[in-house]
């Protein structure tokens, strides 16, 4: 699995601009072969700064992913939408465990 977190900062001016292009983009990409999730949020302690969590089942359904009419329109749009550079990084998961699995014992 393939988990890739993105950060992005905008304003107050933007902001409902950027929820508005991650939602459409979230939307689309849940419903692609390969995506297990993808969610985006704000972070609670730095208004208008949001971190998009996507899991894919392997790197093919991430390039696939990544062209996408949707994906491109998304890179258009989200530059708008921010006030800085994003922060994205890809992180390749040999295991998941579950709380339960780590406190059992």
């Known amino acids: 699995m ?9 304003d107050a001016g933007k902001r409902e601009q950027l929820i508005e292009v991650a ?10 072969t390969g995506c297990i999730g993808y969610r985006v949020c704000e ?15 392997d790197d093919a359904a991430l390039q696939a992913h990544f062209g996408t009419s949707h994906i491109a329109a998304f890179m258009a749009a ?14 390749q998961i ?3 465990r579950t709380l339960a699995d780590v406190t059992a014992g």
């Open 2 to 10: 393939i988990v890739v977190v993105g950060r992005v900062r905008t």
């Open 23 to 32: 939602q459409t983009v979230a939307r689309a990409s849940r419903e692609e």
């Open 43 to 57: 972070d609670t302690e730095r208004p208008n700064d949001f971190v998009f969590v996507e899991e894919w089942a």
């Open 78 to 91: 989200v530059r708008a939408a921010i006030i800085a550079p994003p922060e994205v990084d890809f992180h």
């Open 94 to 96: 040999a295991g998941t």
